[in-house]
């Protein structure tokens, strides 16, 4: 496994970024987390929309403030993303939560969501959020034993409008 390290996006990453982007939407699955996805924007622009999410002067009043990170080795590849919310809306807390995460598909079941989780609870601890959470549709398998693996407990499923079964957990920290 590569050495990574959580990183704020940047202008040095844009090549990476699309990297991941095209094998990404290859699969034609979709993207987690949100706020990594480009709705055709270019990379200069996606970067801006990033960088407005951080503070809640400048981000969308139907979102709450979250930084985004990629996991990143020391050549520069970018193996997944990870959005922190930095608190809770009525929405987030039925079934988004305050974590999302995702790994890009050929970088999947190698441990990278494990270390990234991981590093992303530590950033939480600086957010001052001590108790954590995060969901996954009760189908993503991988994710919930990422999740399990870093201490999260399910409390509960929540089914939505489209029959989807979302597991909520949390993580005390």
Not at 16 to 28: D, F, H, L, Q, R
Not at 37 to 63: A, F, I
Not at 74 to 83: C, H, L, Q
Not at 139 to 165: P, Y
Request: one cysteine or more.
């Amino acid at each position: 496994m590569d050495n990574v390290y959580l990183i704020l996006p940047s202008e040095d990453h844009e090549q990476s970024y699309i990297n991941m982007m095209v094998e990404w939407e290859k699969t034609g699955e979709y993207i987690y987390p949100g706020a990594i996805r480009s709705n055709g924007m270019n990379y200069s622009q996606w970067l801006n929309k990033v960088k407005s999410y951080t503070d809640k002067e400048t981000c969308p009043s139907h979102l709450v403030p979250s930084d985004t990170y990629f996991l990143i080795n020391d050549y520069g590849k970018i193996f997944g993303a990870i959005s922190i919310r930095h608190y809770l809306n009525e929405n987030l807390l039925s079934t988004g939560g305050h974590i999302g995460y995702g790994i890009r598909p050929t970088e999947r079941g190698k441990g990278y969501a494990k270390i990234m989780l991981k590093m992303a609870l530590e950033r939480c601890i600086k957010l001052n959020i001590r108790r954590v959470l995060i969901t996954c549709d009760k189908i993503n398998i991988a994710s919930a034993k990422t999740i399990f693996a870093n201490g999260g407990i399910l409390e509960n499923e929540v089914v939505e409008d489209d029959g989807n079964v979302v597991q909520r957990y949390w993580i005390t920290i």
